[in-house]
């Protein structure tokens, strides 16, 4: 699985990560014809995990770093819900010793 950037320029200085077949990425094609070039933004990638992709993000200057919220929103809740998970069977061997 790949991942990809946008980093806008324009709009909100901002650089979302995406994975490579989020309809909003395209494979860093993005879902418009990029007739202006450069001048709103542009995709960095292909990067081969999340974690390159967001160390890159981090290091662009002055950009506030955002996961999509359509194609990452499933990772995240799979995090959230496998910590839960793990905060229950913790909280359930301590109640038993």
């Not at 990809?4 to 077949?21: D, F, L, P, Q, S």
């Not at 910590?83 to 913790?90: A, L, S, Y």
């Amino acid at each position: 699985m790949n991942f990809y950037i946008y980093e806008n320029w324009v709009a909100e200085k901002k650089a979302v990560i995406h994975r490579g077949e989020c309809s909003f990425c395209n494979n860093g094609e993005g879902i418009h014809p990029n007739i202006h070039g450069e001048k709103n933004g542009r995709w960095h990638g292909p990067f081969d995990s999340y974690e390159e992709a967001r160390r890159f993000a981090e290091g662009l200057r002055d950009r506030e770093v955002r996961d999509c919220k359509f194609c990452l929103r499933e990772t995240r809740e799979t995090l959230i819900d496998r910590f839960k998970e793990f905060v229950g069977v913790q909280r359930r061997w301590f109640e038993g010793k």
